[in-house]
């Protein structure tokens, strides 16, 4: 499924909607920790989908909403703000963490 979203409120709640309730943070020790503090390792996580949104008055106040998946199935939301993003730990931490390859079958086309 490809989803635009239009701010960082709305991709939040249609994500919860679709079953990514676990909230994700990312901390100094380049782990991603849920709610209830269990710590996930790049190796612990897939991404699902992101989505990239600029500041509402300049591009320069960048924000990430990740959906995540992580090794006990649980699905999750991790939102990472500018300077984060920029963080060598944090682009070191994201490099590891795997993709879902998206599966798209295209329409046939018609015999016409």
């Known amino acids: ?54 500041g509402a008055k300049t591009e320069t106040n960048p924000s990430i909403v990740i959906a995540l998946e992580d090794t006990f199935s649980n699905k999750g939301i991790l939102i990472v703000h500018d300077p984060i993003i920029k963080s060598g730990s944090f682009i070191n931490f994201l490099e590891k963490v795997k993709i879902k390859l998206r599966t798209h079958v295209p329409k046939p086309m018609s015999g016409k």
């Open 1 to 54: 499924m490809i989803t635009n979203y239009k701010d960082i409120a709305e991709a939040k709640t249609k994500l919860i909607h679709r079953g990514y309730n676990k909230e994700y943070t990312f901390d100094i020790q380049n782990k991603c920790c849920r709610s209830n503090g269990h710590k996930f390792s790049p190796k612990d996580l897939c991404i699902i989908e992101y989505h990239r949104f600029q």
